[in-house]
């Protein structure tokens, strides 16, 4: 196997075809929006991840990586093509496949015989049958596989390259296997790809899982909606430790000492958001329902996460007496979380909407989201290029992201104009904050 085609330059598409192309394989990216490809052919990638320039601009000028949006340039040539394509919500909350459909019809038309066809981007369990079927219309001997991407954003190269799974299911076993040898293939030059990329090498020894095709599909939004899970309940908890007195960190501490538990993601705070979380929450409420099932469980916790924006400035409202009217207030984090540009369902975009909605005069500020959140926040909002001139002359701040730089400034430096200080994330010691001639808010640490 030595050809591959990477179809979408999204988050999951760029690093994967960058990673590929390092492992030894020549690579095409297809990437239709204009801009984007323009960007990338420049070596750049159009968002901000660690080690994703460095990868992909050595890739781009010693050929090993092409980006294009042809695809008679080279699926014909191509051994496996990996779907990457965006799979957004619809405005019921079941996902919008039809890039993933246009990607498999346009696949099939220009393939070889005997090519693997790999899903990456995230689906309902039951698209795969869907695409064999668009397959099988044309006539053509292609082989579909099943591989979910578990990478996270701020860490997804690192993610990629030491892995805890490689999940693979279809129903053709020798393309399962050939799927995971592309991995085996990258997992033995790991260490050196890391270093080019500037990222800490690990001794981390993941698994390679074959399953069956259904069920492959069904391993990712099982994941994440677990993961979701765990957030909703650390917010809920939250929510009594503020009515009566506890610190939810201190409980959460204790809860996941348990190792059926664990402490991994039982943080409480402004809720999730981002790309991944939200939408496979609402994708699998919405396949649970194609199928039959009602999952009241994940409604309620998409519920209990769309209230906690809502929550955090209702706190901070309860702390003016006049209320939120006119008071100056300064938002620091508008990327879903740090590492990343990425501002999909921002909780720190909410609190800002929600700020301004309510009377208040609002600054934001963010390292690496500044122009993407823009399009998202309500045109009131005063978008700053650093921390001082966000919060210049605020009379509270909320760190609703927890970059380095906000956790590492000065607290007497956020004290020189606020009274207040909200830690969405529950980052900060509240007795510093207080020391420092702040009020301190967290969230279920009254």
């Known amino acids: ?177 050939s799927v995971l040898d592309v991995y085996r293939q990258l997992e033995s030059k790991r260490d050196d790809i890391a270093k080019i990329a500037g990222i800490k090498t690990l001794s981390q020894k993941g698994q390679y899982i074959a399953t069956s095709r259904n069920s492959a599909e069904l391993v990712k939004v099982a994941s994440n909606a677990f993961l979701a899970l765990k957030i909703t309940f650390a917010n809920s908890i939250a929510k009594l430790a503020d009515a009566a007195d506890a610190d939810i960190n201190e409980v959460m501490n204790a809860v996941g000492a348990d190792p059926r538990i664990g402490r991994a993601f039982l943080n409480a705070g402004r809720g999730y958001g981002g790309g991944c979380f939200p939408k496979d929450v609402s994708g699998l409420i919405s396949s649970g329902l194609s199928y039959g099932v009602d999952l009241n469980i994940m409604q309620e916790a998409q519920n209990e996460n769309n209230s906690m924006p809502g929550y955090i400035i209702e706190k901070l409202n309860h702390e003016f007496d006049g209320g939120l009217v006119n008071k100056r207030v300064a938002v620091l984090g508008l990327a879903f979380k740090s590492g990343t540009s990425d501002v999909r369902k921002s909780p720190g975009v909410a609190m800002a909407n929600i700020l301004s909605e ?55 430096n956020y004290a020189k104009s606020a009274t207040v200080f909200v830690d969405a994330m529950n980052r900060f010691s509240p007795a510093d904050i207080k020391a420092a001639g702040l009020k301190y808010i967290g969230v279920g640490r009254s």
């Open 1 to 177: 196997m030595q050809t591959i085609t990477v179809l979408g330059a999204g988050y999951v598409g760029v690093t994967s075809a960058v990673l590929f192309a390092h492992a030894g394989y020549k690579v095409y990216l297809i990437e239709p929006m204009e801009k984007r490809l323009e960007i990338i052919k420049t070596g750049k990638s159009f968002f901000y991840e660690a080690g994703v320039d460095e990868l992909l601009s050595s890739a781009i000028e010693d050929g090993r990586l092409v980006p294009t949006n042809d695809y008679s340039l080279c699926i014909p040539e191509s051994d496996v093509v990996f779907s990457c394509v965006g799979t957004p919500d619809n405005p019921d909350g079941s996902s919008n496949l039809s890039f993933v459909f246009a990607s498999a019809g346009q696949t099939a038309e220009h393939a070889k015989e005997g090519l693997i066809f790999v899903q990456k981007s995230t689906v309902p369990v039951g698209t795969g049958e869907k695409v064999e079927e668009v397959f099988d219309s044309a006539d053509k001997d292609i082989s579909y596989v099943s591989n979910p991407e578990f990478l996270r954003e701020g860490t997804a190269i690192s993610d990629t390259l030491y892995f805890d799974r490689v999940v693979a299911g279809g129903a053709n076993k020798s393309s399962v296997e």
């Open 358 to 412: 309510r009377g208040a005069t609002v600054t934001a500020y963010d390292p690496k989201a500044n122009e993407e959140a823009s399009e998202d926040l309500n045109d009131d909002i005063r978008v700053c290029e650093s921390t001082d001139e966000a919060i210049s002359v605020a009379d509270a701040v909320i760190v609703a992201t927890d970059w380095p730089e906000f956790l590492d400034y000065s607290f007497e």
